[in-house]
């Protein structure tokens, strides 16, 4: 059986698509969080199988973050970001309540909010830090923004 001159191309152009699908993404490092300029409110961490993309509109809207969370390698809904902690540069805490967020295998999306006094939380803030564990294969994600300007 003859192969048509094309098929070589063919595979080449699949085995290519399938690399490309399936590379994993460095991981981010726990240690040194991502910061932003001030004024922007997405952040975005990328590795461990799943990428974390996080948007704050600041202060005046309190501590509450839309989460949307991607993959095509795990399934996502017996995530829970309840363990999420927000912290400022004072070394203050608030930790947060159930994720407000539907069930969706590999893509879920909904709004992370904490309990507390955030206008005092935000007073004289310098950067604050939502740090989200046992996302993906990363222990920790840290993601900073600006708040003073």
Same mark, same amino acid.
């Given at each position: 059986?003859?192969?048509?001159?094309?098929?070589?191309?063919?595979?080449?152009?699949?085995? /290519?698509?399938?690399?490309?699908?399936?590379?994993?993404?460095?991981?981010?490092?726990?240690?040194?969080?991502?910061?932003?300029?001030?004024?922007?409110?997405?952040?975005?961490?990328?590795?461990?199988?799943?990428?974390?993309?996080?948007?704050?509109?600041?202060?005046?809207?309190?501590?509450?973050?839309?989460?949307? /969370?991607?993959?095509?390698?795990?399934?996502?809904?017996?995530?829970?970001?309840?363990?999420?902690?927000?912290?400022?540069?004072?070394?203050?805490?608030?930790?947060?309540?159930?994720?407000?967020?539907?069930?969706?295998?590999?893509?879920?999306?909904?709004?992370?909010?904490?309990?507390?006094?955030?206008?005092?939380?935000?007073?004289?803030?310098?950067?604050?830090?939502?740090?989200?564990?046992?996302?993906?294969?990363?222990?920790?994600?840290?993601?900073?923004?600006?708040?003073?300007?």
């Amino acid at each position: 059986m003859k192969l048509p001159r094309t098929m070589p191309i063919l595979i080449a152009a699949i085995a /290519l698509a399938v690399a490309a699908c399936s590379s994993q993404t460095p991981a981010a490092s726990g240690s040194s969080p991502a910061t932003n300029e001030v004024g922007e409110v997405t952040q975005t961490s990328e590795g461990g199988q799943v990428t974390v993309e996080v948007d704050w509109v600041g202060p005046s809207e309190g501590a509450s973050f839309h989460v949307k /969370l991607d993959t095509h390698a795990i399934d996502l809904d017996p995530l829970d970001l309840a363990d999420a902690i927000l912290r400022n540069d004072r070394g203050e805490t608030m930790t947060a309540r159930p994720w407000a967020a539907p069930k969706g295998g590999h893509h879920r999306e909904g709004f992370l909010s904490f309990e507390g006094d955030s206008s005092a939380f935000f007073a004289d803030t310098d950067w604050i830090e939502l740090v989200l564990a046992g996302v993906g294969d990363l222990p920790q994600r840290t993601l900073r923004w600006e708040v003073g300007a």
